[in-house]
């Protein structure tokens, strides 16, 4: 649906890219345990370290939601205790739960909800709505490839415990909050369309980090 991009996200729209595909993809995993990261959130979704071994969650609720449209048990989680509860910048995200329902005008669609424990609410949440949507558009995708039926995006949920704002950036979000008095929806916001040269841009950049003789 669109317009999807607000004007005021708070990097380039080259970063939205790059973002999303770290989230979709995960194209800097390879950074954890450096760069000052510590995790990622397509690790934790995809290659999550347990005592046996790694558990791609995402493959799971692809698997259990062809085996169940309803079942409720189609989730994947971010949290790791042992890692998380004592250090200094743990995932905001928490995580997220599927069900497929059968839309009376759209056939099949793929409904998800997130939990955040956290959110920055001007400097982060638009990102990262971005990013989990275009995920839930790609798991959609895989569960019709794998039923073989036609399986569309449905309604998304977020539910943060704590949604708040920062007293660095006060000033601008003020600024921001005229510019809703000021601009109409339109003027707020861009068509993907409008964006796709700077993702383009991104993905060149992109692949020449992942191959840099090229």
């Given at each position: 649906?669109?317009?999807?991009?607000?004007?005021?996200?708070?990097?380039?729209?080259?970063?939205?890219?790059?973002?999303?595909?770290?989230?979709?993809?995960?194209?800097?995993?390879?950074?954890?345990?450096?760069?000052?990261?510590?995790?990622s959130y397509?690790?934790?979704?995809?290659?999550?370290?347990?005592?046996?071994?790694?558990?791609?969650?995402?493959?799971?609720?692809?698997?259990?939601?062809t085996d169940?449209?309803?079942?409720?048990?189609?989730?994947?989680?971010?949290?790791?205790?042992?890692?998380?509860?004592?250090?200094?910048?743990?995932?905001?995200?928490?995580?997220?739960?599927?069900?497929?329902?059968?839309?009376?005008?759209?056939?099949?669609?793929?409904?998800?909800?997130?939990?955040?424990?956290?959110?920055?609410?001007?400097?982060?949440?638009?990102?990262?709505?971005?990013?989990?949507?275009d995920l839930?558009?790609?798991?959609?995708?895989?569960?019709?490839?794998?039923?073989?039926?036609?399986?569309?995006?449905?309604?998304?949920?977020?539910?943060?415990?704590?949604?708040?704002?920062?007293?660095?950036?006060?000033?601008?979000?003020?600024?921001?909050?005229?510019?809703?008095?000021?601009?109409?929806?339109?003027?707020?916001?861009?068509?993907?369309?409008?964006?796709?040269?700077?993702?383009?841009?991104?993905?060149?950049?992109?692949?020449?980090?992942?191959?840099?003789?090229?």
């Open positions: 649906m669109e317009p999807r991009i607000h004007r005021a996200l708070p990097t380039g729209l080259d970063e939205l890219e790059v973002y999303r595909q770290e989230v979709v993809l995960g194209i800097h995993n390879h950074w954890i345990g450096g760069h000052g990261w510590s995790y397509h690790d934790r979704l995809f290659n999550y370290g347990t005592s046996g071994g790694h558990l791609d969650q995402m493959q799971k609720v692809i698997d259990n939601l169940c449209f309803y079942t409720r048990r189609a989730q994947a989680i971010t949290w790791d205790p042992e890692l998380d509860a004592a250090h200094h910048e743990p995932p905001c995200l928490q995580r997220m739960w599927f069900r497929i329902i059968e839309d009376p005008k759209k056939g099949l669609v793929l409904n998800m909800n997130t939990h955040w424990r956290s959110r920055d609410a001007f400097k982060a949440a638009f990102m990262n709505i971005y990013a989990l949507t839930q558009k790609v798991m959609a995708q895989k569960i019709s490839a794998k039923i073989g039926k036609d399986v569309g995006v449905g309604r998304y949920a977020d539910i943060a415990d704590s949604y708040h704002i920062y007293g660095s950036y006060f000033d601008q979000f003020k600024g921001f909050l005229e510019t809703l008095k000021t601009k109409t929806f339109e003027q707020r916001t861009y068509e993907t369309s409008f964006a796709e040269p700077f993702f383009e841009e991104a993905r060149k950049r992109i692949a020449k980090e992942n191959n840099p003789l090229k």
